[in-house]
């Protein structure tokens, strides 16, 4: 007997806290604390949701949810003109090495 599963369990955001209450970790964008809820999803149909225990924070910009204790502080701080743009990545704007073929932050091609 052969059995195929397709499914698994996602986290969507059920309620925005705080906008832009630190920077994701990921991608290094503006991310907000967030209430968010568990789905099952069985053959991509949602079957069964249930609430995160904590608030989390929520990247718009690559759809992360990860805890807050781990969020960078946000900054207003902009690119400065000083620095070559050969330095930074051309995606999320973060100083990288000129060596580097990927951005280490967000991993695109440089």
């Known amino acids: 007997m052969f059995f195929f599963f397709v499914g ?4 969507q955001v059920r309620q ?10 990921r991608c290094g964008s503006l991310a907000d604390l ?3 809820e568990k789905v099952l999803k069985v053959f991509f ?3 069964w949701r249930w609430p995160g225990k ?4 929520y990247c718009d910009n690559c759809s992360l949810v990860f805890p807050r204790d781990y ?5 207003d701080e ?10 930074r990545c051309y995606s999320c704007s973060r100083v ?9 932050f967000c991993g695109a091609s440089l």
């Open 8 to 11: 698994g369990v996602d986290q």
């Open 16 to 25: 925005v806290l705080k906008s832009g209450a630190g920077r994701c970790i």
């Open 34 to 36: 967030v209430e968010y």
């Open 45 to 47: 149909v949602p079957v």
């Open 54 to 57: 904590e608030p989390a924070m």
């Open 71 to 75: 969020s960078l502080p946000p900054t």
């Open 78 to 87: 902009k690119p400065t003109a000083s620095l070559p743009d050969v330095l």
């Open 96 to 104: 990288v090495r000129p060596e580097f073929r990927f951005c280490p």
